[in-house]
């Protein structure tokens, strides 16, 4: 009897907990430093979140292996739907690239949407000589080992992009990976490294002020945001394609109740034409949808980048 009245006690908790959700501020872990994609589209949304949700929404950085350290910060917090994850490619790409994880991207997270996605593109410091990837490329295979290029650490959609290039164009460049693209992008600008794939929203203003020459993006179109930048598949690399996406994503065992509330609320705040300016303008692509569309999708992503992971040889104890 007295273990009937606490389940039943706990289940109307619960219940209560998701319909008066939320009563505090809630916290979007980005898990890589200021400056990148994802922290960019973090505090792009975090505003129009608040407004919508009726309560103070904070971002906090939680950077490290790849985007682990944060998918782990909230792999172990409380499922109340409090402390979400900025949801991004390293949830897809760390099964297969690590050896060992401390969390699972399935089992331990309650997805809530997706709410963009995005290529990368292809910049070089423009001290460089190369005007083309065309001419990147030929003098990188006529001196391998040369040159060498930054990416935001291992795993990240930038470093996949730069090591499916170099196996698509035969091409060995130096990879240095960085804490984020932040400081691979302030290396770039210091002269330190003479190339990057990064993602296109954090680029756009440093190639429009020219101190990067962007050379393609890794998307099958060209990109609003960059219309006279050809493709992967353009220059010459049939079916190319590589982008990120990002979302947000809750502890497994969050309340139902409480996932819906915030996917509601994530895809009243993309409808916004400000927010939808914001990251169009960054060269987004704005996402709506169910939990389960982006449970479905990062199932599907995790399949399609295990072979490209393989492919590369690349993986980190």
Not at 161 to 176: A, D, P, R
Not at 276 to 281: K, M, N
């Amino acid at each position: 009897m007295r273990s009937f009245i606490a389940m039943l006690a706990l289940a109307l908790c619960t219940a209560a907990q998701g319909q008066t959700f939320p009563s505090r501020p809630v916290t979007i872990v980005v898990p890589y430093p200021p400056g990148g994609l994802i922290d960019l589209v973090a505090r792009a949304l975090q505003p129009f979140l608040q407004t919508e949700l009726g309560v103070s929404v904070l971002a906090e950085n939680h950077s490290g292996a790849g985007g682990n350290v944060g998918a782990e910060v909230v792999a172990r917090s409380a499922p109340d739907g409090y402390t979400l994850l900025l949801a991004n490619p390293s949830l897809a790409i760390s099964p297969t690239l690590y050896k060992k994880l401390n969390y699972r991207p399935i089992e331990d997270f309650a997805y809530v949407g997706r709410y963009g996605s995005v290529a990368n593109v292809l910049v070089v410091n423009p001290s460089l000589p190369f005007k083309t990837a065309q001419e990147l490329i030929a003098y990188a295979k006529s001196h391998p080992g040369k040159l060498n290029y930054g990416s935001p650490g291992y795993g990240t959609s930038p470093q996949l992009s730069s090591e499916l290039f170099k196996t698509m164009t035969g091409t060995y460049i130096v990879h240095i990976p960085f804490r984020g693209a932040g400081p691979a992008t302030a290396a770039m600008l210091g002269g330190d490294i003479e190339m990057m794939i990064d993602n296109i929203p954090p680029q756009v203003g440093n190639i429009k002020a020219g101190k990067v020459r962007a050379l393609a993006v890794t998307s099958l179109q060209r990109n609003s945001a960059l219309p006279d930048v050809p493709t992967m598949d353009e220059i010459g690399l049939k079916g190319y394609e590589v982008t990120a996406f990002f979302g947000l994503a809750a502890r497994a065992g969050t309340p139902r109740e409480t996932v819906m509330r915030l996917n509601t609320a994530l895809n009243n705040a993309t409808r916004t034409p400000k927010l939808r300016e914001i990251l169009e303008s960054r060269g987004a692509v704005v996402v709506q949808g169910t939990p389960e569309d982006f449970t479905n999708f990062i199932k599907a992503e995790i399949a399609k980048f295990a072979p490209v992971i393989k492919r590369t040889g690349v993986q980190v104890e």
